[in-house]
């Protein structure tokens, strides 16, 4: 069936490193793949999508390119910032259209 | 802006109470479903509605009921609430049908109703 996998949190890093947050899939078909962001206290907002192999997908200087051969959608961003500080959703829609959420990713950013 | 509104941020209720979860979009979207939020699982759909009336189980219906008369709301019902109830519940909705691609079918989502159940 249609799964999503992402890295266990919490993810803890000082403001302006690197982050990787790792994503992989299983699916029959061409999901589209897409990460959301739930800030405290709020409901999820959509962060990126990707709807094609090789697609990549960006917002708010967020990446994450859709990679076919290693069913992988992992979210990067070159420098983190304090209001980076969220739970990350990677999720695909399957050929139904139901969306099939990752377990979520916390990351916390310390100035 | 899209707006889904939940009308509870935060709710407590006894086990056995009957339980109405209500959400509310103001932009004429077709589709509207309601998930649950559990740390280190992720969201999983609970049932969904693509027109007033209609309805369709979710990956985890059992214990909940919907209702959709009008299409701007769509509640989720607890018939007689269980502690394995207690949870973060989201509503969602969006403008077209599940298939195809483009904007018209991305979910927005409300800010969410904690539910505990003691």
């Known amino acids: 069936g249609n799964s999503v996998t992402q890295m266990e949190g919490p993810v803890t890093l000082s403001e302006e490193a690197f982050l990787t947050i790792n994503c992989t899939y299983t699916a029959t078909g061409y999901p589209s793949l897409f990460w959301y962001v739930q800030y405290p206290g709020e409901g999820l907002q959509l962060l990126l999508k990707a709807t094609k192999a090789d697609d990549k997908g960006s917002n708010k200087g967020f990446e994450a390119t859709y990679r076919k051969e290693t069913t992988s959608f992992h979210l990067e961003k070159g420098s983190v910032q304090v209001s980076d500080s969220a739970v990350y959703f990677c999720a695909l829609r399957n050929q139904g259209g139901k969306l099939i959420f990752g377990q979520g990713t916390e990351l916390s950013v310390k100035p | 802006d899209v707006k889904v509104t939940q009308s509870s941020r935060y709710l407590v209720k006894r086990t056995g109470e009957k339980v109405f979860l209500e959400c509310v979009q103001d932009?004429?979207?077709?589709?509207m479903f309601w998930y649950r939020q559990d740390p280190g699982l992720g969201l999983r759909l609970i049932y969904f509605s693509y027109d007033v009336k209609m309805k369709e189980k979710g990956d985890i219906p059992e214990g909940y009921s919907v209702s959709r008369e009008k299409k701007e709301r769509f509640s989720l019902i607890l018939e007689s609430a269980s502690t394995n109830q207690t949870s973060m519940y989201l509503c969602?909705?969006?403008?077209?049908?599940?298939?195809?691609?483009?904007?018209?079918?991305?979910?927005?989502f409300g800010a969410g109703t904690r539910l505990s159940v003691l």
């Open positions: 969602a909705s969006s403008l077209t049908g599940l298939a195809g691609e483009g904007a018209k079918n991305i979910q927005y």
């Open positions: 932009m004429d979207h077709e589709n």
